[in-house]
């Protein structure tokens, strides 16, 4: 769990994807050429992609401050579950969008195997807090949050590889990878430390 800087850093950032992905959902002159095309085929599918995603980012980020979690559970609670069901809705339209993206196999394995990840570590979250098991739905709910911030990631290094000059078709196959995988490793890493710094009670 996060307070201070670190958590209004993730958090800016968050918002601000998360109104980019609305903007895109109610003002279609917005939509580039790619997500355009994904709003005439598969209509419903981006609505739900962009929908549950900018909800995902917004409440997720929310929920991860400590300060707000020990004051108000009750609303803490309430946000875990508009998450869950914003992850449901989102992480299957990206299930479902993966197939379709561009880049070959490379880059459609590497939309789609965040997708089921996200779907799993959250609802393994869910259960885990259902047990009353504190520790693991943290665990989890990093996991899970780690990969919501992936829609961040990638909008960092896409702009990133145009400036560059690397074609689309290029860099895509790389950056559906890019935007997951170093996110996983840097939680990982924390869940590690935590554990490490827990005392073993005999």
Not at 11 to 17: C, D, G, M, P, S
Not at 117 to 133: D, E, K, V
Request: aromatic fraction near 12%; hydrophobic fraction near 60%.
């Amino acid at each position: 769990m996060l307070k201070g800087i670190p958590w209004l850093v993730m958090t800016v950032l968050a918002l601000v994807v998360a109104g980019y992905a609305i903007a895109i959902l109610f003002a279609a002159e917005l939509r580039p050429a790619l997500i355009k095309i994904l709003f005439n085929e598969v209509p419903i599918v981006a609505v739900a992609h962009f929908a549950g995603g900018a909800i995902a980012l917004a409440v997720g980020a929310f929920g991860f401050n400590t300060t707000l979690r020990h004051r108000f559970l009750g609303v803490h609670r309430w946000l875990g579950r508009l998450y869950v069901m914003a992850v449901i809705v989102g992480g299957i339209a990206s299930f479902l969008l993966a197939l379709r993206a561009n880049g070959g196999l490379i880059a459609q394995w590497g939309f789609g195997v965040p997708a089921v990840c996200w779907l799993g570590s959250t609802l393994s979250a869910y259960f885990q807090i259902r047990g009353g098991n504190l520790n693991a739905h943290q665990n989890w709910m990093m996991r899970s949050y780690a990969l919501t911030l992936s829609a961040v990631t990638l909008r960092i290094y896409l702009p990133a590889s145009q400036m560059l000059g690397i074609p689309i078709v290029t860099a895509l196959p790389v950056i559906a990878w890019l935007a997951w995988v170093p996110n996983l490793l840097i939680v990982e890493l924390l869940i590690w430390f935590r554990r490490s710094r827990t005392p073993i009670v005999a």
